[in-house]
């Protein structure tokens, strides 16, 4: 140790005091040694200069070595404070390393000879627990910063679930609200084509058509819109009830046919069920194909379109819409399951729509215990396949679903398909199809 370090020595024994600082001045080290005899006396030179050791005695009259010990602490003076003791006072020494003292030695144990390499121990320890004690001060900070940012979070969360909650409200409320004008236009544009209500003029008859056309997709929109906020909401009901799929399917068939036979595509359905009747909400299941067979319809431009319907066993269903259509990337397999999502997002695009039926219907066949698997090829076609138990285990028939329609991946499996022929559907199933 190069530098002349500054050292008190705290003893009230006059004797000891004087031991020690000859011991200091004797060993080969460059030292001012200052010297006090009690508690009050050192405090005082202690906050005047900064030292480089302080050496207390065990025991000050009236515990005040502890007190010492203490008040450096609470006063912030940093300084190695080295105790010396005797053996038969160790539990005292100890007692002061706790309160915040460096180290302790016997006095026996000090003399010139050992000084010098009891100085640069005790310095070595008080840096090690000074970088210590500061990494944890560190880590305290960071981790109350953390909990703070968390609470933040926390609070952040709450107030999206209270948004998401509010937007689904509106979004009821106001879809709910539409419904009552739309029923009415389409009522009474309905009454109007009625020739008991008078002959129209083909000009007359051709502007109610397409009021009561836009009125039914208007509808249709503000249902789904309906719907979408019911199942964020977890406000969706669902009945249960005896019905049969293959009247459903001919009835779906029959609402799509129109627009089919317009764009000049073939329909083909193939039930091969054993048994027709299934129990599920006749409502959900026509919903279900309906958005399958109107996207088929929609995105398919030229060629044919297959509903099939099998026993995969004796308790699940598979229904699978197949169309020779425009296909789907399978970079967008995902994310057309997701609310709002579709292929073409452009103000331009060719096809309309909102991006809400897929991930509608694929959150029903969730609830219904199902799962819909898609397979498709740009510019080949697509297959849609949608297993459901044959009877959906509801809790109480009032009960109400929830699902995370918001993020609705998961029950999509993907995969690429070659060309989609008739001769496919044929070797799965080896039944004619019946041609509408
Ligand atoms: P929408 O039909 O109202 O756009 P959907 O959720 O039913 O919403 O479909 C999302 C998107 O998935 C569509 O916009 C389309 O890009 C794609 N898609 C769905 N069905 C087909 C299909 N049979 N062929 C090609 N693309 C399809």
Not at 67 to 89: A, D, M, S
Not at 121 to 140: D, G, I, M, P, S
Not at 205 to 230: P, Q, S, Y
Request: hydrophobic share 40%; aromatic share 6%.
């Amino acid at each position: 140790m190069e530098e002349k370090l500054k050292i008190l020595v705290v003893d009230n024994n006059e004797v000891e005091r004087i031991a020690v600082y000859l011991a200091l001045t004797e060993a080969d080290i460059q030292i001012d040694v200052y010297q006090a005899k009690d508690l009050s006396s050192s405090l005082s030179v202690l906050e005047r200069i900064r030292f480089d050791f302080v050496f207390l005695d065990h025991s000050l009259p009236e515990q005040d070595s502890l007190t010492l010990t203490n008040k450096l602490k609470f006063l912030g003076i940093k300084v190695p404070l080295v105790i010396l003791t005797i053996p038969e006072k160790e539990e005292i020494a100890v007692k002061l390393i706790n309160a915040g003292a460096t180290e302790y030695f016997f006095k026996s144990e000090i003399s010139s000879a050992t000084l010098p390499m009891i100085l640069r121990n005790v310095r070595r320890l008080y840096q090690t627990e000074t970088k210590a004690n500061f990494a944890y001060q560190q880590l305290t900070r960071k981790n109350q910063e953390l909990e703070q940012q968390q609470q933040q979070i926390q609070w952040q969360n709450l107030q999206l679930v209270e948004a998401s909650k509010l937007k689904s409200q509106f979004l009821a409320t106001i879809s709910h609200e539409l419904r009552t004008p739309m029923n009415a236009i389409i009522g009474f544009s309905q009454l109007l084509l009625r020739p008991k209500f008078g002959q129209l003029t083909d000009k007359q008859t051709d502007m109610v058509e397409r009021i009561l056309n836009n009125g039914k997709d208007l509808l249709n929109l503000v249902n789904e819109v309906l719907d979408f906020a019911k199942l964020e909401s977890g406000k969706l009901e669902f009945r249960s009830e005896i019905l049969d799929i293959s009247q459903i399917v001919d009835n779906t068939l029959t609402e799509v046919r129109t627009l089919a036979e317009t764009k000049n595509l073939s329909l083909f359905v193939d039930i091969n069920l054993e048994n027709t009747l299934i129990i599920n909400d006749p409502v959900r299941v026509r919903q279900i194909l309906l958005n399958l067979l109107s996207n088929a319809v929609k995105f398919t431009n030229a060629g044919s379109i297959w509903v099939e319907l099998k026993e995969q066993n004796q308790d699940m269903i598979t229904i699978t819409i197949r169309d020779t259509g425009i296909g789907i990337s399978s970079q967008n397999f995902q994310n057309i399951f997701e609310a709002f999502r579709q292929v073409d997002q452009g103000i331009n695009r060719q096809y309309s729509g909102t991006g809400l039926g897929l991930a509608i219907i694929n959150s029903l066949v969730r609830i219904m215990g199902g799962k819909i698997l898609l397979e498709s090829q740009l510019g080949v076609g697509s297959v849609f396949t949608v297993d459901i138990p044959r009877q959906i285990n509801l809790p109480p028939s009032d009960l109400q679903y929830s699902s995370n329609i918001s993020n609705n991946g998961g029950s999509c499996y993907n995969h690429t398909i070659s060309n989609p022929k008739p001769s496919d559907l044929n070797h799965v199933v080896g039944n004619p199809h019946i041609k509408f």
